[in-house]
Structure formats: structure tokens, C-alpha cells
């Protein structure tokens, strides 16, 4: 469904049937408010990466950065290896591989 970013994000949930106006993000839950919807990452994430072994675990936090706004952080959990703090654009490297046509030959 698309955000009110206008992203398409498999998480976000929107009710707009006959009048109602309920939204709510299934992945953050009750910290979800509309305005985290345009600087969220989950998904440019979930349009490079189609793991179904990778789980992400959400958290909203205020940078000292971005002018105290509220941003997502996501950290990312890989179910069938294990592993933790891969970067979730690409993977955790052991699920799907590299195919030989991108490895660098010398």
C-alpha cells in the first residue's frame, strides 16, 4: 500500500472505506506517526532486498543531526545464518549469493 510519502511500503496500512481515516504502520506500531513515512528507509530496503530470512527491527530515535526531528533506524536480523548488523540494502551475504557474472576476476 502507498504511504502518505507516496512510497509503496508492504508494512503501512491504510483504512479509507467508506469515510474512515485510519493509518498505522505495522513494523513501528504505536511510534508511528505520518511524518516518518518520508525519511523512512524501510522501503528503499524492501525494494532491494527480498529476503524472506531477513527481519528488521525498527526504531525511532532523534538525532542531534537532523534538527532533533524524529527519523527511523533500522537494524537488521538474518534468521537462517544468524547474523546481526549487515547492511540490509544488500544482505547478509550467505542466503543469496553473488552470481558469477558480478564477481571481479584478476
Excluded at 30 to 47: D, E, M, S
Aim: glycine share 10%.
Amino acid at each position: 500500500m502507498k504511504t502518505p510519502a507516496g512510497t509503496e511500503c508492504k508494512y503501512f496500512y491504510g483504512d479509507y472505506y467508506r469515510g474512515r481515516d485510519r493509518e498505522e504502520c505495522r513494523l513501528l506500531g504505536a511510534a508511528w506517526t505520518g511524518g516518518l513515512c518520508r525519511a523512512c528507509p524501510v522501503p528503499a530496503i524492501l525494494r532491494a532486498n527480498a529476503c524472506e530470512s531477513m527481519r528488521l527491527r525498527p526504531e525511532v530515535a532523534r538525532p542531534l543531526t537532523a534538527g532533533f526531528k524524529r527519523r527511523v533506524r533500522v537494524a537488521t536480523y538474518c534468521e537462517k545464518t544468524g547474523r546481526s548488523g549487515f547492511d540490509p540494502h544488500v544482505g547478509c551475504g550467505d542466503c543469496h549469493p553473488v552470481p558469477s557474472v558480478f564477481e571481479v576476476k584478476q
